[in-house]
């Protein structure tokens, strides 16, 4: 396999301007009619050039004509899956049969089977599975969709657009046709047929049109998606008061399947979803589901202006529609629960998984320069850092320069399929500011490192910072140039209260430092005693930032920084700082110290009324181990487990009664609501259960038991069940067991039970993974399945990473396994293969070996080009 580069794009040679698709849909054999409408583009300079239309080994061609001409077979040809017409007009319509078998499609792209329903995956280039076509997101075409089924079994068609006709075929079958005025490229449309039940409801826009809202699921299912058509509602609102961004069809659907290797995909008109991701009832549903479920509806309807009315030019702009449109649905997250506490969410998922990706073989820009295979690349580095981008931009601008360059953005760009370039110089173009050295985060690879010192001048009372940048080398990028970096900075005095100062001339008490040098000093005026820096609030740039921080400074900012956000980053560094003490002591074979003071900090924070209870349970909540594993120079997964156990151990012991009274204090009365409030007693509750529990008490133990058996919601049950079997009490099995029983009828809450179980510490880790997976309710072929026990085994770090190697593998045998059937999930479990350099020596030579049996297989391009650049 080998890579394409951004730098070789040219302009498609054709453009296909209506696209008609009949599909005759059958259990055995699909038959795939087009009727392109193409013609040369004028825009390339291949005058001559032949057609080449892309296609998969899964399609069968059964014919071809040009016009009202069938073509013989010395006419067309197929090279590397591409059909390939050497004469044509420089206008004509194409016709194509194709024969297709969506039964036995178990990559999940193009046209498949999921439970008795046909739906499809189109994004990146799943359309060339369904038939010929220029497959490319710069193709944008009007299509017109014709399904054929028996309508028996397939009483709900849908696809892209309104309905315009419905009848019957000469057969008796049934045939509905969509229409879709708005040209999309291939990889926006879809398909679904099965026998559904549908939730109606309607959401009138700011113009006055009424658009009608539908969400499709097997019948068992659709008492589980008020909570989705709600979510939908609220965005669709949210969209037009902060973007000024109106609904454009008549009909909004929403599809749930079963079987899907991503989350969800924002089709035009036809959102299809995960049902991990749109279904949510009290019972079944987390509080996180919820908010899942919420984020993941609002996403993919802002897709419909960011990434379908405006799409990719081609796939390396892919951060253009993803890190937007994630940008997107945190601010409506943030703007529907608390700001704060959704920011430090969205930042500790970015450090900990962003930041391990963009320092591991597989690290990329947020706009690629090449790649093997696409599906490799919906990556946290294109989603996550991208939506950092966005914000830094939003913050340079603010709110309302912002808002008037996405109008620019829009305005200009409606109906066409363009690049990262367009979407900041729209940005530029409408604040007149400059933003060409800002750009460089489109092309540079790797976390930039902060190094920060200061200096306080009581005498002329000014205070001086220091700040050198580098950003480290990545793989093709050896050397970096320096990023414009937004960092936001207050100054706090010693007791607590935000110090105002003058920079630039101006009187403040917070400045957004433009950082765009290697070393700049800044300096700070008026400043009226020595201050502790609160550097980098709201986390406004995707950076690491190294300041000499005492204990103190940070048990200080922890209880009296006004930027709540900082206040949570102070005491995840402070616990980083005595973890990482601990995992020292514990690879040096000592015992671990018990002195911590951490501690006051968390009783203080327990004693504090006033403080959100949701920000006090993320900080309860220790740096997790991932988070840990990304900061370490070389991985120890049983030292940093030994010191997360420590730690927890030390506070729950020293705080038994706090945390038992924050626990009972923390009870949600009254029906549940997936409200901020409720949900942040929840987790608070939950949190300090967890601790008293660890505590090692008696009445803990009743009480979490208690708490299981009279859960009414799936958060309390689940993290009672959680806690349960994380300290093995004598109930582990025992409820393990009846929350199976309890649940086996719900897939959804079934691959919780999966993922719990597999999660368990037990002498025979690998033993029972094989079991699970034998298991009458697990299903290789569901991807949500499958990551849950793969998932599950992740964070079983004796079982994963025991010294033997078993774990790995276990896990290398179903990456080969999987290989084949299905690549992208496939390429997707060898992610924490691909960190072997990062380990202790001992793992490291484990995966790698692992790795390198992996790479003496027949790979699909998806694992072969993660497995070779890991071990480039
Ligand atoms: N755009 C889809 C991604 C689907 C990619 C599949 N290989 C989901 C989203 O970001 O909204
Ligand atoms: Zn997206």
Redesign the pocket.
């Known amino acids: 396999p080998s890579a394409i580069f951004l730098k070789d794009y040219t302009v498609p040679n054709f453009l296909i301007d209506k696209t008609e698709l009949t599909f005759d849909l059958d259990e055995t054999q699909t038959i795939v009619t087009s009727r392109l409408h193409l013609r040369r583009n004028p825009e390339s300079k291949a005058r001559t050039s032949p057609l080449e239309l892309n296609g998969g080994e899964d399609v069968k061609l059964i014919g071809v004509a040009i016009d009202d001409y069938t073509l013989p077979k010395a006419e067309y040809a197929i090279k590397n899956d591409k059909l390939v017409i050497t004469a044509t007009p420089d206008e004509f319509v194409l016709t194509c049969e194709t024969l297709i078998e969506p039964q036995n499609n178990t990559k999940l792209?193009g046209l498949y089977r999921s439970s008795s329903m046909f739906c499809t995956?189109c994004?990146?280039e799943?359309f060339r599975h369904i038939t010929y076509y220029l497959d490319r997101p710069d193709v944008m075409s009007v299509f017109t969709t014709t399904i054929i089924a028996d309508e028996s079994r397939y009483p709900v068609m849908l696809s892209n657009g309104n309905e315009v006709a419905r009848g019957k075929t000469e057969e008796g079958k049934t045939f509905v046709t969509w229409h879709d005025p708005f040209k999309k490229p291939a990889y926006l449309f879809a398909l679904v047929a099965g026998n559904l039940e549908v939730l109606n409801d309607s959401f009138t826009t700011m113009s006055g049109r009424k658009v009608a809202l539908q969400i499709f699921t097997e019948k068992h299912n659709i008492d589980k998606v008020d909570f989705a058509m709600d979510s939908l509602k609220r965005s669709m609102k949210w969209d037009e008061e902060v973007y000024g961004r109106e609904y454009d069809l008549d009909i909004f659907m929403i599809v749930a399947v079963d079987d899907f290797?991503?989350?969800?995909?924002?089709n035009k008109g036809l959102n299809i979803f995960n049902s991990s991701c749109l279904l949510a009832s009290p019972e079944t549903t987390t509080d996180d589901g919820y908010l899942r479920v919420e984020a993941?509806v609002a996403?993919?309807y802002f897709?419909n202006w960011s990434?379908n009315r405006v799409t990719c030019r081609d796939w390396f702009q892919l951060s253009l529609?993803?890190g937007f449109?994630v940008f997107r649905d945190q601010s409506f997250s943030a703007d529907t629960h608390s700001d704060v506490v959704k920011r430090v969410e969205d930042v500790s998922f970015l450090k900990t998984a962003q930041f391990a990706e963009d320092a591991s073989p597989m690290a990329h820009p947020i706009r690629p320069a090449s790649f093997i295979e696409?599906?490799n690349f919906?990556t946290l580095t294109i989603?996550e850092k991208g939506a950092e981008v966005v914000r830094m931009i939003h913050t340079l601008l603010g709110e309302e320069g912002f808002r008037k360059g996405s109008d620019l953005y829009f305005e200009r760009h409606d109906g066409q399929a363009v690049t990262c370039d367009d979407f900041v110089n729209a940005m530029e173009a409408a604040n007149g500011v400059d933003l060409s050295q800002f750009k460089r985060w489109y092309s540079q690879a790797g976390t930039p490192r902060l190094q920060v010192t200061d200096h306080y001048d009581e005498q002329a009372q000014t205070y001086h910072l220091t700040i050198d940048q580098m950003t480290p080398p990545t793989p093709n990028q050896p050397t970096k140039l320096a990023l414009h970096v937004p960092v936001k900075v207050g100054l706090v005095g010693q007791n607590n209260q935000a110090l105002s100062f003058t920079f630039d001339g101006q009187s403040t008490d917070e400045v957004v430092l433009h950082v765009n040098d290697t070393e700049q000093t800044y300096v700070f005026e008026n400043v009226s005693e020595t201050p502790v820096p609160s550097l980098l609030r709201g986390f406004s740039a995707p950076v690491k930032l190294d300041y000499a921080y005492s204990t103190e400074q940070l048990l200080q900012l922890m209880s009296g920084d006004p930027d709540g956000f900082n206040r949570w980053s102070a005491s995840q560094q402070l616990a980083v700082n005595e973890l990482n003490g601990f995992v020292l002591q514990f690879q040096q074979g000592e015992t671990l110290s018990t002195d911590t003071r951490l501690v006051d900090g968390f009783k203080s924070l327990l004693a504090d009324e006033t403080l959100d209870p949701a920000m006090v349970a993320l900080i309860l909540s220790l740096p997790s181990q991932a988070y840990l594993s990304e900061l370490a120079d070389k991985i120890d997964p049983q030292a940093i487990k030994a010191a997360r156990e420590h730690l927890r151990q030390l506070t729950a012991q020293a705080l038994e009664t706090e945390f038992k009274q924050v626990y009972e204090s923390n009870a949600v009365t009254g029906d549940y609501q997936a409200s901020a409030e409720q949900i942040a007693k929840r987790s608070l509750k939950n949190a300090a259960l967890m601790y008293w529990v660890a505590s090692g008490s008696a009445e803990a133990k009743s009480a979490v038991v208690c708490q299981y058996r009279n859960a009414d919601n799936m958060t309390d049950q689940f993290a009672a069940l959680s806690c349960i079997v994380h300290f093995e009490l004598a109930e582990a099995d025992e409820l393990l067991n009846a929350f199976f029983e309890q649940w086996k009828h719900e897939s959804l809450v079934v691959n919780k039970w999966l993922m719990l179980s597999a999660a368990r510490e037990q002498d025979n880790g690998l033993e029972q993974i094989k079991q699970l997976m034998l298991h009458p309710n697990f299903d290789i072929k569901n991807p949500n399945k499958l990551r849950a026990v793969i998932g599950g085994l992740g964070q079983n770090v004796a079982t994963f990473h025991n010294l033997d190697g078993s774990g790995y593998t276990f896990l290398a045998d179903q990456i080969i396994l999987m290989n084949k059937r299905n690549p992208?999930i496939a390429s997707r479990l060898c992610t924490p293969l691909t960190r072997w350099q990062r380990m202790v020596p001992a793992l490291a030579e484990k995966m790698k070996a692992e790795l390198e049996r992996i790479a003496r297989e027949d790979l699909s391009k998806d694992v072969y080009e993660v497995v070779s650049k890991s071990l480039a």
């Open positions: 792209e995956q994004e990146a799943g290797n991503m989350g969800a995909m924002e993941v996403h993919e897709h990434g529609k993803e449109t696409i599906s919906y989603y992208q």
